[in-house]
């Protein structure tokens, strides 16, 4: 069921239940959350088992404040520290190395953790009141493109779970992650603080990721993200031709395609459904999974995408298309 997070209560509820080892889903300011107390074995494994996720691809454990980083990681590295100092609480997860028995099924086995201190009040709210960490992974069965509002996380798994409704999700792509664990900063999810922030902050260069050595993340699956319908990535010219050939075909009852773009195609086909892609990556991330989801919802076969301009503040976007495409 679908709770008001400003409606009295909701947060004393969420607690409750989180108590008593069920799982809550969350607004963060990236994506929704499907949240259960990190330290409760039971309780993650219904995570697991709700999203259709293998239990070896970690989950990140979501703090209220700096002070809970030494609960769950042995150490923190000062380049680590200089990313939660800059960008704590916000879109920012790191990977550190692992407390010894601590949190080990929420961290899905590896000898690490990925910690992410959230900004959005909502979480902050349910976080503070709850005291301890809560595991939450993207609020979605496992592949499948991450909720960002209440009503897509109800899609995906009924009305059976306590959803706390805090409105669409501001950032809209998941967390930027960084692997802190391999002496420098390893880019491992790109998002909306970009590398170049990340190296800023961090006053080094990013080291290349060695992909057969890196620990498993499911949002680093060359295959995610994914909606029913076949994500497309084309130039404006190769939409634009595909658009003349689907105009000389006969009248299409239904809605075929789906195509997200800058410009707006005219004239708009029969069978084509359009949504304006924002030209600014930050709405654009912003818009781009509700996107997904409701060009899916109109039943569309293919979802044509303009593929986003160059420039890194664009990482985020891109990575998560390439994915969907994939
Ligand atoms: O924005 C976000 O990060 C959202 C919100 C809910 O906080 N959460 C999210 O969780 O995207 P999830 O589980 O869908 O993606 C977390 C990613 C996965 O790719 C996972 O494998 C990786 O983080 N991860 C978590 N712990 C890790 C670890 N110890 N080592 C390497 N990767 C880890
Ligand atoms: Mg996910």
């Not at 005291?131 to 609020?139: C, I, T």
């Not at 998941?174 to 790109?190: K, Q, Y």
């Not at 195609?265 to 509700?290: C, E, I, K, T, Y």
Request: proline share 9%; charged share 20%.
């Amino acid at each position: 069921m679908k709770l008001a997070a400003e409606a009295p209560g909701t947060i004393e509820r969420g607690v409750e239940q989180l108590r008593a080892g069920a799982l809550v889903a969350l607004p963060t300011e990236t994506v929704y959350g499907l949240a259960a107390d990190a330290l409760n074995e039971a309780a993650v494994a219904r995570i697991y088992a709700a999203k259709g996720r293998p239990s070896e691809h970690p989950l990140i454990v979501h703090v209220a404040s700096r002070s809970q980083v030494g609960d769950y990681a042995a150490t923190v590295p000062e380049f680590a520290q200089r990313l939660i100092d800059a960008f704590w609480p916000g879109p920012l997860t790191l990977i550190l190395p692992r407390r010894p028995g601590v949190a080990a099924a929420a961290a899905g086995g590896q000898d690490s953790i990925g910690l992410r201190c959230p900004s959005h009040p909502v979480a902050r709210a349910l976080l503070e009141a709850f005291g301890g960490g809560l595991a939450a992974p993207s609020a979605n069965r496992f592949g499948r493109v991450s909720p960002t509002t209440a009503a897509h996380v109800e899609e995906e798994f009924g009305p059976e779970l306590m959803v706390i409704d805090g409105g669409p999700c501001a950032v809209g792509i998941e967390s930027t992650i960084v692997d802190c664990t391999r002496g420098a900063p390893v880019l491992l999810r790109p998002g909306q603080i970009t590398a170049e922030q990340i190296e800023a902050a961090c006053g080094r260069p990013l080291a290349a990721a060695l992909p057969q050595a890196a620990p498993r993340a499911s949002g680093t699956l060359e295959s995610h993200y994914a909606p029913r319908a076949r994500v497309r990535l084309l130039s404006t010219a190769q939409w634009h031709q595909k658009i003349q050939a689907l105009s000389d075909l006969a009248p299409a009852a239904n809605a075929t395609v789906g195509l997200w773009s800058q410009q707006e195609p005219r004239p708009l086909p029969p069978g084509l459904v359009w949504r304006r892609q924002a030209s600014d990556a930050v709405s654009a991330a912003h818009q781009l999974f509700a996107v997904l989801r409701e060009l899916d919802a109109c039943g569309v076969e293919e979802i044509w995408v303009e593929p986003p301009p160059a420039g890194t503040s664009w990482d985020g976007v891109r990575d998560r298309l390439q994915r969907a495409a994939a």
